[in-house]
């Protein structure tokens, strides 16, 4: 489990094929510090297991269906990655409750630099919209933000200084492709809404009728 706080910005060394997977081999600082064999990692969002560590890097391996379900298609040498450790039981929860499992890989419509933010534009396709709520939290490429706006097929994220500069976010591009976790307690309770409602949809004009 995570909070989507990153801790750091890792740098990847070097992508080696592993079978249909990757063995990725990740430069680090911070989150190595006390890392060991066997524990969870969050990378860009993705929850993997370290199998080798050292002072200054570890590796994770990737399997074919991790390559398939996210954004780790894209990943090379040299690419900026967020990481963040597992939650301590004792620690705090700044950001809301991240597995580290990919729902969507989506993509990136509009960057806008604004005074004090950057403000970005997400692609989420229609059978996501029950999860998608304005003020509500999801998290991108591993970072808890709050859903600021939503338009038919994109939502909005407002990310702030501190963010942008503690993350990859301050590297992307328009069309760049992200991934995505929607909030597990709203993902919990639409699905409880689907089983009571005898359906395999939600749909918005169910959720009116429940007053949403």
């Given at each position: 489990?995570?909070?989507?706080?990153?801790e750091?910005?890792?740098?990847?060394?070097?992508?080696?094929p592993?079978?249909?997977g990757?063995r990725?081999?990740?430069?680090?600082?911070?989150?190595?510090?006390?890392?060991?064999?066997?524990?969870s990692?969050?990378?860009n969002?993705?929850?993997?297991?370290?199998?080798?560590c050292?002072?200054?890097?570890f590796?994770?391996?990737?399997?074919?269906?991790?390559?398939?379900?996210?954004?780790?298609?894209?990943?090379?040498?040299?690419?900026?990655?967020?990481?963040?450790?597992?939650m301590?039981?004792?620690?705090?929860?700044?950001?809301?409750?991240?597995?580290?499992?990919?729902?969507?890989?989506?993509?990136?419509?509009s960057?806008?630099?604004?005074?004090?933010?950057?403000?970005?534009?997400?692609?989420y396709?229609?059978?996501a919209?029950?999860?998608?709520?304005?003020?509500?939290?999801?998290?991108?490429d591993?970072?808890?933000?709050?859903?600021?706006?939503?338009?038919?097929?994109?939502?909005?994220?407002?990310?702030?200084p501190?963010?942008?500069d503690?993350?990859i976010?301050?590297?992307?591009?328009?069309?760049?492709?992200v991934?995505?976790e929607?909030?597990?307690?709203?993902?919990?309770?639409?699905?409880?809404?689907?089983?009571?409602?005898?359906?395999?949809?939600?749909?918005?004009?169910?959720l009116k009728?429940?007053?949403y």
């Open positions: 489990m995570f909070t989507g706080m990153i750091e910005v890792g740098v990847i060394e070097r992508v080696s592993l079978g249909n990757r990725i081999d990740i430069a680090a600082s911070l989150t190595v510090e006390d890392l060991q064999l066997g524990d990692i969050a990378i969002g993705v929850c993997l297991t370290a199998v080798a050292s002072p200054r890097s590796s994770v391996e990737a399997v074919e269906e991790t390559m398939k379900k996210t954004s780790f298609r894209g990943f090379h040498g040299g690419k900026r990655v967020n990481l963040e450790r597992a301590k039981a004792d620690g705090r929860l700044g950001g809301h409750f991240v597995q580290g499992h990919v729902d969507a890989v989506s993509r990136i419509l960057i806008e630099k604004r005074e004090e933010s950057l403000w970005i534009g997400i692609a396709p229609a059978s919209s029950a999860w998608i709520i304005p003020r509500g939290s999801v998290a991108v591993g970072v808890s933000l709050t859903v600021a706006e939503k338009t038919n097929g994109e939502f909005f994220v407002s990310v702030i501190h963010t942008g503690n993350t976010f301050s590297f992307y591009k328009g069309g760049d492709d991934n995505i929607y909030d597990m307690l709203g993902k919990y309770i639409v699905n409880m809404l689907e089983v009571r409602a005898g359906s395999t949809s939600m749909t918005t004009d169910y009728q429940l007053g």
